[in-house]
């Protein structure tokens, strides 16, 4: 592909819609969160979604078959989600602080201000590219707030 064309696949891509959703996850007593675009459901029976995350994340470690996470929808005008988020935790970070969080045992956090969530566990896991795609099976989950899913669009579909 030559440069001008992968420059318009790269644009054509871009504009492939997506929500917005913070992975929470827990291991032992640690717990972070993630920002993370891809967000996909595949399955009806059982529920279940495809979730990517870019490989090299530190919480890959913790992702194994049957853990527990949750999927936390980002609702429109809930940026603070994003600037709090984005910027990324390391595992022994506090990603939570000055959230509010719902915390059960065996379970991944809930951020309660969300727009909904998915308490979810990992079914299964394939490398793709640069991105890990993770299969998890929905196991509960609620619409916390009225409102509608944030949406956006990048302007380049080759990065963030």
């Known amino acids: 592909m030559t440069d001008s064309e992968l420059a318009d696949v790269a644009e054509a891509l871009g504009r492939v819609p997506s929500g917005l959703f913070i992975l929470t996850a827990r291991h032992g007593a640690r717990e972070t969160g993630v920002l993370i675009s891809w967000v996909q459901q595949c399955a009806f029976e059982p529920p279940q979604l495809t979730v990517c995350v ?7 470690a913790w992702l194994s078959d049957g853990a527990a996470v949750t999927i936390n929808v980002v609702g429109e005008g809930q940026k603070k989600f994003l600037s709090h988020f984005g ?4 595992l022994d970070e506090n990603a939570f ?3 509010a969080v719902e915390r059960t045992d065996g ?5 309660t201000e969300a727009l909904a969530h998915l308490r979810c566990r990992i079914a299964g896991r394939v490398s793709s590219g640069d991105h890990e795609v993770l299969i998890l099976t929905v196991v509960g989950g609620r619409l916390q707030h009225p ?14």
């Open 54 to 60: 870019r490989q090299g994340r530190d919480v890959l």
């Open 87 to 90: 910027k990324g935790f390391g």
């Open 97 to 99: 602080s000055g959230l």
């Open 107 to 111: 379970e991944a956090p809930v951020l």
């Open 147 to 160: 409102g509608e899913p944030y949406f956006h669009a990048r302007k380049s579909g080759l990065k963030y």
